[in-house]
């Protein structure tokens, strides 16, 4: 035995389970019995007094949890960080314990009001005291972190929980003599399973699957060699006999009804105290503006909750709420994560709902230089689709060629600075490029109510829309087209094979016909398809007349392919009386510019079909460029590599059968894309008919 080590613990003549705070507490109310309470806790004890010298702290009635005495506080030399407890159902126990802290002598650090903390539940030194691993996630707050760096003068290396059951950290972690680790890996996020792999050696890694895990088997108290548990499994304690632990296990399934085990119920009051220490923590905070209608649009809820499941923390330091309908709000954050990297990425979604970081110290962007042909640096930030601004000596300027997923290039010209988005393949030797999130900000569109509301309107993807709301959102969008082909402007038109398939070939060729489109785009099976059907009234081999399949009919859409490429091209089959309906007959007829881009699939191709897929991007980008609206129909990749090209502000209609390809491709998180889940060839015909009527003279009508 060693008298040197100190526990603390509570006997548990008042222990229930009077309320629920935890998993582990639900339909356990009044459940558990205090003589067999008593008869566990008294073998645990029993245990630990033969190996370290136990203290006792007096149970109070009303306070049924004090038992677990991990949760007292975090205890260093001669320093504790009283625990500041999240729910209600325990605050009181801080004062028994605050005093129980003094009459001993130690030096008490209390954290701020609203700042939980639940002590060593969620903070486990590492064995030989080097670090200080602190869990966050359920009870204790992220923030809690830097106090516990600086009170104890210890780097802490913070773990995010991600399962409720494991809602304390000891509950699934447990540092182990000699650097080694016994902890359940699927109870933190990756973040925090990156750190612990870069700590913990992998010999020293040991893994508990969730039989034991449940079992509280990471809830243990370790004493040199010995790990007290309630339960272990026959592995588990060979692989720790392995290393040189022997495991002693001791029922304490009373007391799991609460959600706590050997080390809930036990406060290790000596820790091995280093006398070199560094208090850091990777933490890192950041105040963020936010302004718009941030109650009605929602951006608030949609900013905080960035925040948190990207594993970082807030405080709302002012929140200036519009009174009227019409104003607007602004609210400033205090954005903490529990690193560099975390941070950089929480900023960079906070930046995209049109946030600006750093508000006060006005910063230019950071830049670093390229010195590789087609490599960005590390940190380069990723572009959206929202309007881009960057601020350069002082002055903020707009990115052109703004798209999503590029990187923002600063340069000079005559008139000044000027940034531009640069996709990664294009970057050259010399290129300044935009890293971190200082000094840039998106511009959004204010989002109101109203406008929400007309986005959740048209936004089919929820469910299967019905007829009556198919028509309305044709309706509006027959409209749009209208408007757009009087004022001359431009359409694209995104199409799969799908669109031959379900009969609406027809239907796109009068759109195309009538000038409603500017340019198409696809890949090779919708001008194969749509060619087979011309020259053979079948597409992929089924008759679109009958429905039905046509023997052999497989063959003939190679035969297609074979007729264009003895032509030469699509057209030059047109020219030469070859191809005389369809799509791309009435492509080529009017001058209608279309651009084929080919994948790995790919029949034939067609002598069209673009198979450098860089050449192809390009040829998308340059025929998208000005466009007022696009309209999506079947064509999930062509459909989403469109999509990636396309600044925000331009109309996008995505139609497909299948919900799931319709919120992906409108959840643009910007009010001008509408989702319609349909068959293509329905929405064809509805969206022609519509036209028609539009287009009645007057009088007629
Ligand atoms: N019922 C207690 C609670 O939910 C159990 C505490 C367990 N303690 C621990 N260190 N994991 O707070």
Redesign the pocket.
């Known amino acids: 035995m060693s008298a040197s080590i100190r526990f603390l613990m509570c006997s548990p003549h008042h222990y229930d389970?009077d309320y629920v705070?935890?998993p582990?507490?639900e339909g356990n109310i009044h459940k558990s019995s205090r003589d067999r309470a008593l008869e566990q806790w008294q073998g645990l004890y029993q245990i630990i007094a033969d190996h370290a010298t136990v203290d006792l702290i007096k149970p109070q009635p009303g306070w049924?949890?004090l038992v677990?005495t991990?949760?007292a506080g975090l205890v260093l030399g001669d320093t504790v960080v009283l625990s500041r407890?999240f729910?209600p159902?325990?605050q009181g126990e801080e004062p028994h314990f605050k005093t129980w802290f003094e009459e001993q002598g130690f030096t008490v650090h209390e954290l701020p009001k609203d700042l939980p903390f639940?002590?060593?539940?969620?903070a486990l030194f590492d064995r030989e005291g080097r670090y200080l691993w602190a869990g966050y996630g359920f009870?204790s707050e992220l923030d809690s972190h830097p106090y516990l760096a600086e009170w104890l003068d210890v780097e802490v290396l913070s773990l995010r929980l991600m399962d409720e059951r494991f809602?304390?950290?000891?509950?699934c972690f447990c540092p182990l003599t000699d650097g080694y680790l016994l902890y359940y890996p699927p109870a933190f996020d990756s973040y925090s399973n990156r750190l612990i792999e870069l700590r913990v050696p992998p010999e020293k890694r040991i893994i508990v699957d969730e039989p034991d895990a449940v079992n509280f088997a990471c809830?243990a108290v370790n004493i040199n060699r010995i790990v007290i548990m309630n339960r272990a499994s026959d592995s588990l304690k060979q692989q720790l006999a392995h290393v040189g632990f022997q495991v002693l296990e001791t029922p304490l399934d009373e007391?799991l009804k609460?959600?706590?085990?050997a080390?809930?119920?036990t406060l290790r009051v000596t820790e091995p105290v280093l006398t070199e220490k560094v208090a850091t923590v990777a933490y890192e905070s950041r105040t963020i503006k936010l302004e718009g209608h941030l109650l009605d649009s929602g951006l608030i809820n949609r900013a905080l909750d960035v925040i948190t499941d990207g594993g970082g923390s807030f405080q709302v330091l002012n929140f200036d709420l519009g009174v009227q309908r019409q104003s607007t709000s602004r609210a400033e954050v205090r954005v903490s994560a529990p690193s560099h990297s975390i941070m950089e990425e929480i900023l960079s979604q906070l930046i995209d709902l049109g946030a600006i970081a750093n508000p006060r110290e006005d910063q230019d962007v950071a830049t670093e230089v390229v010195v590789k042909d087609g490599v960005g640096p590390d940190d380069f930030y990723v572009t959206t689709i929202y309007p881009t601004e960057v601020r350069v000596n002082g002055d903020w300027i707009r990115l052109q060629g703004q798209r999503m997923d590029g990187a923002i290039v600063v340069g000079e010209n005559a008139e000044g600075a000027i940034a531009r988005c640069c996709l990664l393949r294009d970057l050259k030797e010399g290129d300044r490029v935009v890293v971190g999130v200082d000094g840039i900000r998106t511009v959004r569109k204010a989002e109101a109510r109203d406008q929400r509301s007309s986005q959740e309107f048209s936004f089919m993807g929820a469910g299967v829309s019905s007829e009556r709301r198919v028509e309305l959102v044709v309706e509006q969008i027959a409209w749009e087209l209208q408007k757009i082909r009087s004022q001359n402007g431009k359409v694209v038109v995104t199409a799969g094979p799908v669109v031959i398939h379900t009969g609406g070939g027809v239907h796109l060729s009068r759109l195309i016909r009538e000038g409603y489109v500017q340019a198409l785009l696809g890949g090779n099976a919708i001008a194969v398809h749509d060619i087979e059907q011309s020259l053979m009234g079948t597409s992929l081999g089924m008759d679109m007349q009958r429905g039905i399949s046509v023997r052999g009919g497989h063959r003939h859409h190679l035969k297609a392919i074979n007729i264009i490429r003895r032509a030469g091209s699509i057209a030059a089959a047109v020219e030469q009386g070859i191809l005389t309906s369809g799509i791309f007959y009435d492509c080529v007829r009017h001058n209608v510019d279309f651009s084929l881009a080919g994948s790995i699939r790919d029949d034939g191709p067609l002598p069209d079909t673009q198979m450098d897929l860089i050449a192809a991007q390009a040829d998308y980008a340059r025929l998208i460029t000005g466009a007022d609206m696009i309209l999506m129909l079947s064509t999930m990749l062509h459909s989403i590599g469109v999509g990636n090209m396309t600044p925000a502000g331009v109309k996008m209609v995505c139609v497909d059968i299948n919900p799931a390809v319709v919120t992906k491709l409108s959840d643009r998180g910007s009010v001008e894309s509408v989702g319609v889940v349909t068959d293509v060839g329905l929405f064809l015909s509805l969206l022609v008919q519509q036209l028609d009527k539009l287009n009645v003279p007057q009088a007629v009508r």
């Not at 639940?118 to 969620?122: S, W």
């Open positions: 389970v705070i935890n582990w507490m049924p949890d677990f991990a949760n407890f729910h159902e325990r639940e002590g060593a539940g969620d009870r809602y304390h950290l000891d509950t809830n007391f609460a959600g706590g085990a080390k809930c119920l």
